[in-house]
């Protein structure tokens, strides 16, 4: 099981911008970083998850939700173990409790964000957005 734990949220007012960091440890037997798709989720108290972005093992594919397209940019470094989220022209409605998610490769890369399909996740980091 993947331990994955994030930093990086706050009190930001509308327009400006936050950077999460998630940082990667405990893989499986035989796996590194590098073997696991990442993704950013988030969720606001009495809602299901709603999936952010999803980034493929070499960083080179990635998949936004409509909402955050062309706002946020996911990332990672594989020699660091670390998964970043770098959010651009906040909005109110980004307020949420923000998670990242671990998946190993056996699915394949698909584009689409369903909690479900992700079997690690972190803590979560409070990210809120004020007009």
């Known amino acids: 099981q993947v331990t994955l734990v994030e930093s990086g949220g706050g009190s930001v007012q509308a327009g400006g911008s936050l950077r999460l960091s998630c940082v990667a440890s405990?893989?499986?037997?035989?796996?590194?970083?590098?073997?696991?798709?990442m993704a950013w989720f988030r969720k606001v108290s009495g809602k299901e998850h709603e999936g952010v972005a999803q980034?493929?093992?070499?960083?080179?594919?990635?998949y936004y939700a409509d909402s955050v397209k062309d706002r946020f940019t996911i990332s990672r470094d594989n020699a660091q173990n670390t998964l970043y989220l770098q959010m651009n022209s906040l909005k109110p409605e980004d307020t949420a409790q923000y998670f990242c998610?671990?998946?190993?490769?056996?699915?394949?890369?698909?584009?689409?964000?369903?909690?479900?399909?992700?079997?690690?996740w972190g803590q979560g980091t409070q990210v809120t957005v004020s007009s």
């Open positions: 405990g893989y499986a037997s035989g796996y590194t970083y590098s073997n696991y798709y």
């Open positions: 998610a671990a998946r190993s490769t056996r699915m394949g890369w698909v584009r689409r964000l369903a909690a479900g399909d992700f079997a690690d």
């Open positions: 980034i493929s093992t070499s960083g080179r594919a990635t």
